[in-house]
C-alpha cells in the first residue's frame, strides 16, 4: 500500500528577476493572471488533488503571501457590515482551513534544490507534492490530481510533462521514457535539462509538478551546486532514479509558465476567456490589434 501524498511544497523564495520592477516589492507569485493571484491557482491545485497540508519556503519580502492566506478581519467584518456576502463567499472558497500551512525561510536563494530542502522537517518521512508556483495548469481535472490517480497505480516518484514542439526540447527539462504504463504514463530512465538541438531523448518537458519520496532530502543534503551554480532539483532526482522507480504523467490540461513575460500574458488570456462576459470585451479588442499594421522598426 503507497502511503497517501498529504504535503505539498510551494517553492517561493525566488528572486523574480525577468519581473523587475513589477517584483522588487511585490512577489511575483502574487501578480495577478485576472482576478487572483498566481499562487492562488496552484494553491486550489493542490486543495483539489486532497492536499492537507501546504509548506510554502519563502524569502524576505515574500510576507504578502502569508496574509494572502490568512483572514484579512478588517475586510471581511467590513463586508459583512455591508451585506456583501458573494465576497464574503469568495475569501472563504479560497483560503486553506487554519492549521494546514506552514511557512519557512529559505535564507538564501541557492536554487530550488535548496528550496525543498528546506522544507524537509515539517515534511518527515512521507512522500510528498511539489508545486512550482510560477507554473499554472488550465485542466478539467487538477494536474496534481491526475498525478496522485496514477501514484496510486504505481507508486514511487511522479513527474508531470507535456509535448513540446521538436524544435524546443533545448529549451526545457526532456525526459527519456522506458516501459509505458499506459497511454500516458510511463516508466523514466533519464533526464535531460536542456538538450543540445537534435539530441533530445523525446519531446516531452518537465512541467513543474512532481511526486517525490522523503528519500530526496538526504540527496539534497549532499547536492553540491549544479547549472547557474544553484542547487538544483534535477540532480537529486537524477540520483534518486538510481535507486527508486519514477514514472512521467502526459496530463490532461496546458500549462503556462508565468515566470515569463509571454506565458504570464498568455495565461491571462487564456483565464479571462472563460468568463463570458470578459470574452465578449475580449475577442473585438484582440482582433482589432491583431488587425493593426506593426509598428515600424
Ligand atoms: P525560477 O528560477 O523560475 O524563479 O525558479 P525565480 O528565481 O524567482 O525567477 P527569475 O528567474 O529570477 O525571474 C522556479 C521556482 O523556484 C523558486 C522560485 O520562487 C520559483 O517559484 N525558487 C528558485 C526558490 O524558492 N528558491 C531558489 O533559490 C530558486
Redesign the pocket.
Known amino acids: 500500500m503507497n502511503k497517501p501524498i498529504r504535503k505539498a511544497v ?10 523587475l520592477p513589477a ?1 522588487k516589492a511585490v512577489p ?2 502574487m501578480l495577478t493572471i485576472v482576478d487572483r493571484p498566481i499562487i492562488q491557482y496552484v494553491v486550489d491545485e493542490a486543495r483539489a488533488a486532497g492536499i492537507e497540508h501546504i509548506v510554502f ?1 519563502t ?1 524576505r519580502n515574500k510576507h504578502v503571501i502569508e496574509d494572502h492566506f490568512d483572514m484579512a478581519y478588517e475586510l471581511e467584518d467590513t463586508l459583512k457590515a455591508r451585506n456583501k456576502t458573494a465576497a464574503l463567499e469568495l475569501l472563504e472558497k479560497h483560503r486553506p482551513q487554519p492549521g494546514s500551512t506552514s511557512f519557512t525561510r ?1 535564507q ?5 534544490g ?2 525543498i530542502w528546506c522544507a524537509r522537517d515539517i515534511i518527515g518521512n512521507e512522500p510528498f507534492a511539489v508545486l ?3 507554473v499554472i495548469i488550465k485542466s478539467q481535472v487538477s494536474c496534481l490530481k491526475q498525478m496522485v490517480d496514477l501514484y496510486g497505480q504505481v507508486g514511487g516518484n511522479i513527474i508531470a510533462v507535456e509535448e513540446v514542439p521538436d524544435d524546443q526540447t533545448h529549451n526545457y527539462g526532456i525526459v527519456e521514457l522506458a516501459k509505458e504504463i499506459n497511454g500516458n504514463a510511463s516508466h523514466i530512465s533519464n533526464m535531460v535539462e536542456k538538450p543540445a538541438p537534435g539530441t533530445a531523448p523525446s519531446n516531452l518537458m518537465i512541467t ?1 509538478r512532481y511526486i517525490l519520496q522523503p528519500e530526496i532530502f538526504e540527496l539534497l543534503s549532499h547536492q553540491g551546486a549544479g547549472a547557474g551554480g ?2 538544483q532539483l534535477t540532480d537529486s532526482m537524477l540520483a534518486l532514479m538510481k535507486e527508486q522507480p519514477f514514472a512521467s504523467l502526459k496530463f490532461e490540461g496546458r500549462s503556462y509558465d508565468c ?2 513575460k509571454p506565458g504570464f500574458l498568455s495565461a491571462n488570456i487564456a483565464f479571462g476567456m472563460d468568463d463570458p462576459k470578459l470574452a465578449e470585451e475580449l475577442v473585438p479588442f484582440m482582433m482589432e490589434i491583431i488587425g493593426r499594421p506593426l509598428a515600424a522598426e
Open positions: 510551494l517553492p517561493v523564495a525566488g528572486l523574480g528577476t525577468r519581473f517584483t511575483k507569485e519556503v524569502g529559505q538564501a536563494p541557492l536554487g530550488l535548496h528550496a512550482l508556483p510560477d513543474g544553484e542547487i515566470g515569463n
